[in-house]
């Protein structure tokens, strides 16, 4: 009978899903859901409080490593190449449909924007294309048709020809076209639903 109780997760406590909450667009009852998924998806590799790499790529059904790479590091806001339970609920509420355009714009940007130095190069944004062309089965796009996307994308949001995108060309870019963040928007309802 010890065992037993020594392998039982800890709960969420209300004053935690309350803290939580008071950051996040998630009510307290929302984060207790979501602290259900998260220790859904950490026990599938390693049981201790975090998700890695392994444990997310395979929870969001990620064919591509790059690409599971490329969100996982936006979600691991320190950098510990593991998500605690807070940046999970951060993440998260960013892509809920209650989050504003320029939320979800910014963690896009933090996507594309592997090296981190504040622009999209032409090179990231092709990474991303074909990591995102990689998940789907049913769109077949030639290397010279991404090619022609990637030169098409800066002459409509590189205004300044700088030939990077910066976080503000891309948030003018979503606010005049907010359907490119749809990719970043989780079905809700699934989401809440008690697992």
């Known amino acids: 009978m010890g065992n037993n109780e020594s392998k039982q997760k800890p709960g969420l406590s209300d004053e935690e899903a309350t803290r939580i909450s008071k950051q996040t667009h998630f009510s307290p009852d929302e984060v207790k859901i979501l602290y259900k998924r998260f220790l859904l998806i950490e026990s599938t590799h390693i ?5 890695d790499i392994t444990e997310f790529q395979t929870a969001l059904g990620l064919v591509s490593k790059g690409f599971a790479l490329r969100i996982f590091t936006a979600f ?3 950098g510990s ?6 940046e999970f609920t951060h993440c998260l509420s960013v892509l809920c449909p209650k989050a504003s355009l320029s ?7 933090e996507i594309y924007d592997n090296d981190k130095n504040g622009t999209i190069s032409r090179q990231e944004l092709k ?14 796009v030639s290397p010279q048709q991404i090619d022609q996307i990637v030169d098409q994308t800066f002459k409509q949001v590189d205004s300044d020809n700088s ?11 979503a606010n005049n076209n907010p359907s490119i963040l749809n990719c970043v928007t989780l079905n809700y309802d699934t989401l809440m639903t008690e697992p």
């Open 103 to 109: 939320e979800k714009a910014t963690f896009c940007f």
């Open 76 to 78: 691991d806001k320190n």
């Open 127 to 140: 990474e991303v294309l074909e990591f995102s062309l990689a998940e789907s089965n049913s769109v077949h």
């Open 81 to 86: 190449k593991n998500i605690t339970f807070d």
């Open 163 to 173: 030939g990077g995108i910066t976080l503000q060309e891309f948030l003018k870019a």
């Open 47 to 51: 049981v201790d409080q975090q998700i």
